[in-house]
């Protein structure tokens, strides 16, 4: 076989395979890929480069790291999802970077975010006066989200607060609320759920909670 032919064959092998690894590991936008996805989606690039490039070498050589790979981040996704402590360790949490229409300088600094950043991406979300926003959020992917202030109505808090998830509390959430843990225990009580360990998402907002149990415990 020509070697042109053999190259071609190899790229549309390789093109077609990595399509189908992607989109078993999951749909999500490219903003919202973990540390992890990011490995993998490099990884993967430069074996395809590499294979393509060598094309003498068997192309089982690189479908198999491939394979390995698609296992490995199944299998890490899979711990993500059930563990928050891996999910914190591996994508870090959301820092609030404007609490109450404050800049938490703080907060910028142990990110290692500066005042550029914060005012170009709250200009990509049409915001052009910081003194309008009541909170700003960076998430984990990057990305800033915003609340804007209300001048009409006052409200004791105005984002959803998680305060827990997969069955353990969210400390610093709950200091934000400024309540206690007992608090918690006693609202949650009040409601039926006397087993924070059954409870997947509790959140509080304008002094509502929303509480979803973990859906083996229903």
């Given at each position: 076989?020509?070697v ?16 189908i ?13 973990s540390?992890?996805d ?12 590499i ?16 394979l ?7 299998a ?8 928050s402590?891996?999910r ?5 949490t959301?820092t609030?970077v ?7 300088e ?7 975010y500066n005042?550029?950043?914060l ?6 979300k ?5 003194a ?17 202030k ?12 998680p ?12 200091q ?9 225990r006693r609202?949650?009580r009040?409601?039926g ?6 409870i997947s998402?509790?959140s509080?907002q304008?002094?509502q909670?929303?509480i ?7």
């Amino acid at each position: 076989m020509p070697v042109y032919m053999m190259i071609v064959l190899r790229t549309l092998l390789l093109y077609a395979s990595i399509l189908i690894i992607f989109r078993l590991m999951g749909k999500r936008e490219i903003g919202e890929l973990s540390v992890l996805d990011l490995v993998v989606f490099i990884m993967m690039g430069e074996m395809a480069a590499i294979a393509i490039e060598n094309h003498k070498s068997p192309i089982w050589y690189v479908l198999l790291p491939m394979l390995i790979l698609l296992v490995i981040q199944t299998a890490l996704a899979f711990i993500s999802l059930k563990s928050s402590r891996f999910r914190k360790i591996v994508d870090g949490t959301p820092t609030i970077v404007i609490n109450k229409g404050k800049i938490d300088e703080h907060a910028m600094r142990k990110i290692r975010y500066n005042f550029d950043d914060l005012l170009m991406q709250l200009r990509a979300k049409d915001i052009n006066n910081i003194a309008d926003v009541e909170f700003a959020i960076l998430e984990t992917s990057g990305e800033i989200s915003v609340i804007k202030k209300d001048k009409k109505k006052k409200k004791t808090n105005t984002f959803t607060m998680p305060l827990i998830m997969d069955g353990q509390i969210i400390q610093a959430n709950l200091q934000r609320t400024e309540k206690s843990e007992m608090w918690l225990r006693r609202e949650l009580r009040k409601r039926g759920y006397p087993n924070i360990k059954d409870i997947s998402l509790c959140s509080f907002q304008d002094g509502q909670f929303y509480i979803d149990l973990i859906d083996e415990k229903r």
